[in-house]
């Protein structure tokens, strides 16, 4: 690079110059999805699937559906996230916030399909010590039992 004098111009960053690497800097530049349905339903409680990419840009839609059902009065929440393919620890603090208001209204969030990228997230923000975890299936996913 020429040295500079007092006369000659600064040199112009170009905005690529600026941000080398867009897609840490804006995560929102890729495609994300996030599937969130409530499968099952009664007075005291739900259970809600979510599938996809579970992330701060994309999780939104999911707690408000944790907190709707929160504020119908449904205090037992089962939280399926089988078909998780991806989750960040944002996320998941945002599950802890709900996960508190269960509590405070003397219900719980028990998360419940925690496969192994999930359960390594968790384990390594410690959201496993805090948060219920289920079984490998929700309730509704199970067979009948057989009465003989």
Known sequence: ?????????????????????????????????LSVETVALDFQGATVQVGGELDLGTAPPLWAVLRSHLLAGRRFLRLDVTSLTF?????????????????????????TGVRALVARVLHLTGFDEVLFLGGSRAEHELPPLQVS
């Open 87 to 111: 989750v960040d620890a944002s996320a998941l603090a945002g599950l802890r916030a709900i996960h508190d208001e269960a509590l405070a209204a003397r219900g719980t969030l028990v998360v």
């Open 1 to 33: 690079m020429p040295a500079l004098t007092p006369q000659s111009p600064l040199p112009v960053r170009t905005a690529a110059s600026s941000v080398p690497n867009r897609d840490w800097f804006d995560h929102r530049s890729r495609e994300t999805t």
